[in-house]
């Protein structure tokens, strides 16, 4: 079982709709959860991150935890074709606070 | 503010050459971080440093080593090239190991070893 699961993809969604994307990881020690975009040829780049149970807006973006169940999610809102990226879920690993494991990540593709 | 500088942005290497990825930060982040990105695959840790002086081996260190002198340096050193070192290499550096900060990336480096 891999440490950090997500779908590859690619999630077709059409432009304006809600793009879901999920996450699942083993460590149940993992307190933090990070979700990064990264375009095709460049680095990775923050997007939000959440610690709580529950949701966690911030603009376009939800994130979604659940620690029971071991899943975090990502929401994007009125979906743009410049959302269209791998977005990469990292949660933190519970025994060493400084280390993120990383999903392969999602590929997303908004078609116009 | 440059934030994580990492040059060069590409390089070819013959098998067997060596070359230093250079890794620079302005940010005063304490920890840093290599990782390698292989195409349509996740994020390898190669190194990791918690401080200067500090350096621990991530999952995949064979075939690299790392140095941390100062607290804004932290350069890769390939040694004895080898085509399974063609990939891409970045480096990350984070303030906090506070459960809240994430990490700040450079841009990459495109290695192929031909």
């Known amino acids: 079982q891999k440490e950090v699961e997500q779908n590859s993809g690619p999630l077709s969604v059409p432009e304006g709709a809600i793009a879901s994307l999920n996450c699942t990881y083993s460590d149940r020690g993992s307190q933090s959860f990070f979700w990064y975009r990264q375009y095709s040829g460049k680095s990775p780049e923050l997007i939000m991150f959440i610690y709580s149970n529950g949701d966690k807006e911030d603009g376009r973006f939800t994130a979604q935890l659940n620690k029971a169940s071991q899943y975090v999610s990502l929401l994007i809102r009125d979906s743009q074709p410049s959302d269209s990226a791998t977005y990469l879920c990292?949660?933190?690993?519970?025994?060493?606070?400084?280390?993120?494991?990383w999903g392969a990540g999602t590929k997303l593709i908004i078609k116009p | 503010n440059a934030g994580v500088t990492q040059t060069p942005k590409f390089r070819i290497l013959k098998i067997g050459q060596s070359m230093t990825l250079q890794c620079t930060q302005d940010m005063n982040h304490n920890y840093m971080y290599w990782y390698r990105q292989d195409p349509g695959m996740g994020l390898k840790l190669i190194y990791y440093s918690v401080g200067a002086g500090i350096t621990d081996k991530g999952e995949v260190p064979n075939g690299y080593n790392v140095s941390r002198s100062t607290t804004e340096d932290f350069p890769l050193r390939l040694e004895l090239a080898a085509p399974s070192q063609t990939s891409v290499y970045f480096c990350?550096?984070?303030?906090?190991?506070?459960?809240?900060?994430?990490?700040?990336f450079g841009s990459g480096t495109r290695l192929t070893v031909v």
């Open positions: 990292a949660p933190r690993r519970g025994d060493s606070n400084y280390q993120l494991i």
């Open positions: 990350a550096s984070s303030y906090s190991d506070r459960p809240n900060y994430g990490y700040t």
